[in-house]
């Protein structure tokens, strides 16, 4: 029995604690909400570049942990990427960074597909969840923040009319052909293509796309929206909680793995940052407590083995 738990623990439970994927607040002092786009609002470093990656003969960024001979482009790592390298210009102004920037928008700009009115960023490869082409709504946002800190660098307003047109999708609900739920409680949540899972980092980076667009144009109709998503968040807030740990979606009630407990705890106070609005502070900081408490670290052992033994009981039941 002992070993057992120790093994639900290493393999079950300590991913679930990982910060290795995660992101972190910047060092760095910057207005958060001034039209003079800079850093982003967390620092995508550790998150993006821990993972096993290449850069292929254009310069741009590619993950290589997928089960593939061939390269395949995750939309969210090059934009993440072109975000990191953004930045890194930013504090050194080496022409490199700036160079391999530039890479990772041109790649953005000339993969993007443009119908209705609205543009689109597709995964060209399988997913256990998806069959090819598929998009997402978390990098439909990415994506926007790396176009608008592109157009504040190169002086492009092009990119900001091909960010309005990647929001477009993002408004546009999923039957309209875009991504955004609108049922229920979850009036305004942005997903991933056909999952309908209401993913909880997924919709916040969407919504900082939003953020940025406002910032970048000074449209009050894309603050509406972040607002609008905002308030979704807070809606179904109880569909996430666990009261010492998040969720990572609101439909399954699976304790979040892979550093995104994490995410989240940096992405709510990202939020309270912009918004001033203690809720998020609050969740922050309560999700964040189980990384110094063995009492809650024990708890989430306990809950996981639980869960496990239902879902055995359940398919017994089913058989």
């Known amino acids: 029995m002992i070993n057992k738990i120790k093994r639900l623990f290493e393999f079950n439970v300590k991913p679930r604690l990982s910060k290795i994927h995660g992101m972190e607040m910047h060092d760095e002092d910057f207005d958060i909400s001034s039209s003079d786009i800079t850093f982003y609002y967390a620092d995508f470093r550790k998150c993006i570049l821990n993972k096993p990656n290449k850069i292929d003969d254009n310069g741009v960024f590619y993950l290589t942990y997928l089960d593939s001979d061939k390269i395949e482009y995750n939309i969210c790592a090059v934009a993440e990427f072109a975000i990191v390298e953004f930045e890194e210009?930013?504090?050194?102004?080496?022409?490199?960074?700036?160079?391999?920037?530039?890479?990772?928008?041109?790649?953005?700009?000339?993969?993007?597909?443009?119908?209705?009115?609205k543009l689109y960023w597709y995964y060209l490869y399988d997913d256990p969840h998806h069959k090819a082409p598929w998009g997402s709504g978390i990098s439909q946002g990415i994506g926007i923040s790396a176009l608008v800190r592109g157009a504040?660098?190169?002086?492009?307003?092009?990119?900001?009319?091909?960010?309005?047109?990647?929001?477009?999708?993002?408004?546009?609900?999923?039957?309209?052909?875009?991504?955004?739920?609108?049922?229920?409680?979850?009036?305004?949540?942005?997903?991933?293509?056909?999952?309908?899972?209401?993913?909880?980092?997924?919709?916040?980076?969407s919504l900082l796309g939003f953020y940025d667009l406002y910032r970048a144009t000074g449209k009050e109709v894309y603050n509406d929206f972040f607002k609008e998503g905002l308030g979704s968040i807070k809606k179904n807030i109880v569909d996430f909680d666990m009261k010492y740990f998040s969720t990572y979606d609101g439909v399954s009630g699976t304790p979040a793995n892979n550093s995104?407990?994490?995410?989240?705890?940096?992405?709510?106070?990202?939020?309270?940052?912009?918004?001033?609005?203690?809720?998020?502070?609050?969740?922050?900081?309560?999700?964040?407590?189980?990384?110094?408490?063995?009492?809650?670290?024990?708890?989430?052992?306990?809950?996981?083995?639980?869960?496990?033994?239902?879902?055995?009981?359940?398919?017994r039941n089913d058989e």
């Open 260 to 315: 995104y407990n994490y995410i989240h705890c940096v992405l709510f106070e990202v939020l309270y940052r912009i918004t001033g609005d203690k809720f998020f502070l609050g969740y922050s900081r309560k999700w964040s407590e189980i990384y110094a408490s063995t009492y809650l670290q024990v708890r989430l052992t306990v809950d996981i083995a639980g869960g496990i033994l239902r879902s055995k009981m359940k398919n």
């Open 89 to 117: 210009y930013l504090r050194t102004k080496n022409e490199d960074n700036k160079a391999a920037f530039e890479n990772q928008i041109k790649w953005l700009v000339e993969n993007a597909v443009i119908k209705d009115n």
């Open 152 to 205: 504040a660098l190169f002086k492009d307003s092009h990119l900001i009319e091909l960010a309005e047109l990647a929001a477009n999708s993002m408004i546009a609900t999923i039957d309209e052909g875009g991504y955004r739920y609108n049922k229920g409680s979850y009036q305004f949540w942005i997903e991933e293509s056909g999952t309908n899972s209401h993913i909880l980092n997924g919709h916040i980076y």
